[in-house]
């Protein structure tokens, strides 16, 4: 029983690893990005191909940084001449085609298949022991990824994107690049994402193209939506409150002697229903973001 309870913390720490760096640009910036799930590919992928091809850490971890913000400011330069929506289809564009190239590019990503074998260098081959030790760094992560986005928010910086977010005419009056802005918002995320990718490459010891599914990106917008979108501690409501749905419905198979096929789609039905009975009832979320008033 607590391996299965790490394990649910493992992933569902990750989970809140991308659901923070997403808040970054949809909370704080206003950005409409649904193809955020590939900075998470791409630092999975980078652990897949730096193992499958012995690479040292110290090269395939800061050349995944560098892609990750390449892509981000590549994401933010599509956004110079459209609207939010447009860029928001735009992103998943992008994404799909990272996707698809990962898909055909059997010699470095191992199409179709992925790539597996992956070991961290921590591991002992225990695995008890080595579950409890991503434990503990995912739990060390997900408190410093807190911190960021807590310090972001407090921060000039994160006035500024909230500025942008409500009033952009304004900020740009005030003397702020609104594509600098986002630039630096979707780059802080994209590192975010990239260390969540490795972890993740590295607990399941596999990566695959479904590491880069659409249906990921709107998994996590889902988490945002409903803990509460702007707020740390909503964003982290929404993880866990998505991740316990997740985990139930495997005990209601059993339960219920429902089919594998039945079960999946029960997991994102549960999901979107309770995505959908929150914006009625409350549109901010669990925990919505709280707005200093002027008087």
């Known amino acids: 029983m607590s391996e299965f309870l790490l394990h649910i913390f493992c992933i569902a720490g990750i989970y809140a690893m991308i659901a923070l760096a997403l808040n970054l640009q949809a909370g704080y910036a206003g950005l409409l990005n649904f193809g955020h799930i590939a900075f998470v590919g791409i630092g999975a992928y980078a652990i897949g191909i730096g193992s499958q091809f012995s690479l040292p850490l110290w090269g395939v971890i800061p050349a995944a940084i560098v892609l990750a913000m390449a892509v981000a400011a590549a994401m933010a330069l599509l956004g110079r001449q459209l609207s939010a929506d447009y860029w928001g289809i735009a992103t998943l ?37 080595d579950v409890l030790i991503f434990a503990v760094l995912i739990l060390l992560c997900i408190a410093l990824c807190t911190l960021i986005s807590l310090r972001f928010g407090s ?9 942008m977010r409500e009033q952009p005419q304004l900020a740009m009056c005030m003397g702020y690049s609104l594509l600098w802005l986002k630039c630096r918002a979707l780059m802080c995320s994209a590192i975010m994402c990239v260390i969540a990718g490795m972890l993740l490459a590295w607990y399941t010891n596999y990566v695959s193209p479904d590491y880069l599914l659409s249906s990921e990106t709107f998994l996590i917008w889902s988490m945002v939506m409903i803990g509460g979108i702007g707020n740390v501690r909503g964003v982290l409501a929404g993880v866990l409150v998505v991740e316990g ?5 495997p005990f209601a198979k059993d339960l219920l002697h429902m089919s594998s096929d039945l079960t999946g789609a029960l997991r994102l039905g549960l999901v979107g229903l309770v995505m959908l009975v929150g914006l009625l009832l409350r549109p901010g979320g669990i925990l919505p973001e709280k707005l200093r008033i002027l008087p």
């Open 245 to 249: 749905l997740y985990n139930f419905i």
């Open 93 to 129: 564009a992008l994404a799909e085609i990272i996707r698809i190239s990962v898909i055909n590019e059997e010699a470095f990503t191992g199409g179709g298949q992925g790539i597996g074998g992956i070991v961290a260098p921590w591991a002992s081959g225990e695995q008890q022991h």
């Open 155 to 163: 921060s000039r910086f994160g006035r500024a994107l909230r500025l």
